[in-house]
């Protein structure tokens, strides 16, 4: 168990990460160690005030000074955070800020029974909803990843990605997989940020976007969907409602795998799930981390059967249902 004072000061290299990412740091550093003066004239900020913060980052180890006093990025940063790599995910920060900000309102969201930092869109602000989705396509893509290595997936013909925003996940799962097609559905507020990115994709004629009702459908036919931090957003009534949904729509074949903070049925862990639901607090009216138990009960009573329940990276859980 960490101590108080822990607790306190951890928080400094998470936002020393945060910055890191803003100011794009890691990124300078993918071609090979540089010292701190040119480092600092890649990015134009003074190298006194630069060093500070790779101080911390060093004490963390994002990054790693060399014998002769050159700065190289650690492993992980290095995989994750250049700009251009296959698993970047830099413009994660964009999601974090929202969500950092967010727990800073706990104490609110408690007191008046309501979410004090709602995740709110009405289509007026077309920079704020793209750079939301920006912000959650790196794990997005994580999760296509996952179930490329953990399922057979050559045999399905047509993807329903509910919820899916951007379409970062189906766009993966199209480059893999060249004979699927893909559909994804959201509200209609998100719509035009998410055509406006899509255009800019190599596999956009092969994935299409549509405002729909995903808890009251009707929805397409389909034989894979994915909900992807999707049912955690609902009370269980609206998770049930969307399930049905969903099934009355799959082939006899099909496969729906869905992703979120799956809590253990002592709700006492995993440590992720837990942070997630607290952050829920705050953005969802009804939403919520649920156990491993709710999701087998809500699955089964819509006409699925778990198939599988992987942990996977990033403390989320990836779940894998069969029509019956």
């Known amino acids: 168990m960490r101590t108080i004072p822990q607790l306190v000061t951890d928080i400094y290299g998470s936002l020393a990460l945060l910055?890191?990412?803003?100011?794009?740091?890691?990124?300078?550093l993918g071609d090979g160690p540089l010292n701190i003066d040119d480092l600092a004239a890649k990015l134009d900020i003074a190298p006194n005030r630069l060093q500070r913060l790779v101080n911390l980052l060093i004490a963390e180890g994002l990054l790693m000074e060399q014998a002769d006093g050159r700065l190289a990025n650690g492993e992980e940063a290095n995989r994750t955070l250049v700009k251009g790599r296959p698993h970047y995910r830099g413009g994660a920060h964009e999601a974090y800020t929202a969500a950092w900000s967010a727990c800073l309102k706990t104490a609110e969201s408690l007191s008046s029974g309501r979410p004090a930092a709602p995740l709110e869109f009405d289509g007026s602000d077309l920079e704020r909803a793209k750079?939301?989705?920006?912000g959650l396509a790196p794990q997005a893509v994580s999760g296509a990843t996952e179930m490329l290595k953990r399922l057979d997936l050559s045999s399905h013909h047509h993807l329903l990605d509910i919820g899916g925003g951007s379409?970062?996940?189906?766009?993966?799962?199209?480059?893999?997989?060249p004979g699927l097609t893909a559909t994804v559905v959201d509200i209609?507020?998100?719509?035009?940020?998410?055509?406006?990115?899509?255009?800019?994709?190599?596999?956009?004629?092969?994935?299409?976007?549509?405002?729909?009702?995903?808890?009251?459908?009707?929805?397409?036919?389909?034989?894979?969907?994915v909900m992807r931090n999707f049912l955690q957003l609902f009370g269980p009534d609206d998770i049930r409602r969307a399930l049905k949904t969903c099934r009355a729509a799959i082939?006899?074949?099909?496969?729906?795998?869905?992703?979120?903070?799956?809590?253990?049925?002592d709700r006492r862990g995993p440590p992720m799930a837990l942070g997630a639901d607290m952050l829920f607090l705050n953005y969802y009216a009804e939403g919520a981390a649920y156990t491993r138990a709710d999701y087998s009960s809500w699955l089964d009573e819509a006409g699925f059967t778990v198939a599988a329940m992987h942990s996977i990276p990033g403390g989320q859980t990836l779940i894998v249902a069969v029509p019956h």
């Open 19 to 28: 910055t890191a990412m803003q100011i794009d740091l890691f990124t300078p």
């Open 131 to 134: 750079a939301v989705l920006r």
């Open 167 to 177: 379409g970062a996940l189906s766009l993966s799962l199209l480059a893999a997989l």
């Open 188 to 225: 209609p507020a998100i719509i035009p940020a998410a055509q406006e990115m899509l255009a800019e994709e190599p596999q956009a004629d092969r994935c299409h976007i549509l405002a729909g009702d995903a808890l009251q459908g009707p929805l397409p036919p389909h034989d894979l969907a």
């Open 251 to 265: 082939a006899p074949d099909g496969r729906l795998c869905v992703f979120g903070y799956v809590l253990d049925d």
